[in-house]
T-cell receptor, first 112, second 115 residues
Framework: ELKVEQNPLFLSMQEGKNYTIYCNYS?????LYWYRQDPGKSLESLFV?????AVKQEGRLMASLDTKARLSTLHITAAVHDLSATYFC????????????FGQGTRLTINP | DADVTQTPRNRITKTGKRIMLECSQT?????MYWYRQDPGLGLQLIYY???????NKGEISDGYSVSRQAQAKFSLSLESAIPNQTALYFC??????????????FGPGTRLTVL
């Protein structure tokens, strides 16, 4: 059974700082997704990572995937308040029924 | 117009009542999903459908049923609502065609409270 774990679950940081959110998963997969959720809102797709070594960047966010280590990272550079949200990673089971298994989410708060 | 819509957006009901949540999409996707989100937790898959004739149970299907009325419509029913079904419910869609990578797109959510 595929399990997905994120850490940290809560992160409070200052504007201008850099930090990384980690997403570990338990079984083989080569598709990983990052989503953002604002409080009380829906999930917005940020990145789709499709292969080992994949790296994608959008603004101050950069995501990477290491399928051998079963690890993805979401790196935040020079954080700004607008990036405050909950970030979820999700892994595609990609074996027969293609379903997503979500991590618990990382609640990120960026303080001025 | 939103690509994935859910109705109602908020619902308060009583224990034992039957309730239906509806999802419609204009994205032309063949796959649809229902998830449940509890405070501080990730999303758990309730049911999913890869086409109109295909319905599958997810991780937490007990107490729920679904109907795929058309490619664009997927409804979730709580047969006899109980308080621990109080949660935020999301519908999602994805496209199975090559090159779309099963990326899922989410509706706005339905906040359900069972008293």
């Amino acid at each position: 059974e595929l399990k997905v774990e994120q850490n940290p679950l809560f992160l409070s940081m200052q504007e201008g700082k850099n930090y990384t959110i980690y997403c570990n998963y338990s079984t083989t997969s080569d598709r990983l997704y990052w989503y953002r959720q604002d409080p009380g809102k829906s999930l917005e797709s940020l990145f789709v990572l499709l292969s080992n070594g994949a790296v994608k960047q959008e603004g101050r966010l950069m995501a990477s995937l290491d399928t051998k280590a079963r690890l993805s990272t979401l790196h935040i550079t020079a954080a700004v308040h607008d990036l405050s949200a909950t970030y979820f990673c999700a892994v595609d089971t990609f074996q027969g029924a293609q379903k997503l298994v979500f991590g618990q989410g990382t609640r990120l708060t960026i303080n001025p | 117009d939103a690509d994935v819509t859910q109705t109602p957006r908020n619902r308060i009901t009583k224990t034992g009542k039957r309730i239906m949540l509806e999802c419609s999409q204009t994205k032309g996707h063949d796959r649809m999903y229902w998830y449940r989100q509890d405070p501080g937790l990730g999303l758990q898959l309730i049911y999913y459908s890869f086409d109109v004739k295909d319905i599958n149970k997810g991780e937490i299907s007990d107490g729920y049923s679904v109907s795929r009325q058309a490619q664009a419509k997927f409804s979730l029913s709580l047969e006899s609502a109980i308080p621990n079904q109080t949660a935020l419910y999301f519908c999602a869609t994805s496209d199975s065609r090559q090159g779309t990578y099963n990326e899922q797109f989410f509706g706005p959510g339905t906040r359900l409270t069972v008293l």
